[in-house]
């Protein structure tokens, strides 16, 4: 079964906006990390956040993790038109080699 | 893609017959992983490899083997395919010891009738 739920599942918004996508998980993890997919390609790795760290960011990307509520979120600020994608968030527990996937949340940057 | 070609990328076959993908790294990464992908269920981990000739399963392996003689192959055998087999598959690969962040191939479109 799926780690992460993502919510939206799809998210449509005006270019130079923001993007806020979240993620919630069900059991304790090593590490929460996003990832984005453009159409018909493979997932691009985005940014990681470990278990002890609140928040990070990356350029324009901006991600927050609480561990107590089992959740995430991604914030993209003034989207551009190349952020269209989908966007995955991906779970990996402590001593496993594995990460387990969200169902994704689709984001279109209206021009 | 990070050194990883994926064979091939597009595929049509008949259900019952034998299908081999391939993954190649030129990474060296010690880890790699196949995976489904699936409208509404976003990335499945089928079955995973953490050296040459040690895999394990992951959370669809039914229906799938795999094999990996060479640290750069890393092979997904569906015996005897399926129409619910029809989906895009995934491979990646992974380093020890950073994080697990998986770089991934540009996938297989996998059809059968």
């Known amino acids: 079964s799926q780690q992460g739920e993502e919510d939206p599942q799809a998210l449509s918004i005006q270019e130079g906006e923001n993007a806020t996508m979240n993620c919630s998980y069900k059991?304790?993890?090593?590490?929460l990390q996003w990832y984005r997919q453009n159409s018909g390609r493979g997932l691009v790795h985005l940014i990681l956040i470990r278990s002890n760290e609140r928040e990070k960011h990356s350029g324009r990307l901006r991600v927050t993790l609480d561990t107590s509520k089992k959740s995430s979120s991604l914030l993209i600020t003034a989207s551009r038109a190349a952020d269209t994608a989908s966007y995955f968030c991906?779970?990996?527990?402590?001593?496993?080699?594995?990460?387990?996937f969200g169902q994704g949340t689709r984001l279109t940057i209206n021009p | 893609d990070a050194g990883i070609t994926q064979s091939p990328r597009h595929k049509v076959t008949e259900t019952g017959t034998p299908v081999t993908l391939r993954c190649h790294q030129t990474e060296n990464h010690r880890y790699m992983y196949w995976y489904r992908q699936d409208p509404g269920h976003g990335l499945r981990l089928i079955h995973y490899?953490?050296?040459?000739?040690?895999?394990d399963k992951g959370e669809v392996s039914d229906g799938y083997s795999v094999s990996r003689s060479k640290t750069e192959d890393f092979l997904l055998t569906l015996e005897s395919a399926t129409s619910s087999q029809t989906s895009v598959y995934f491979c990646a690969i992974s380093q020890a010891g950073r994080d697990n962040e998986q770089f991934f191939g540009p996938g297989t479109r996998l059809t059968v009738l």
């Open positions: 490899s953490y050296g040459v000739k040690d895999t």
């Open positions: 991906a779970t990996a527990s402590q001593g496993a080699q594995k990460l387990v």
């Open positions: 059991t304790s993890i090593n590490n």
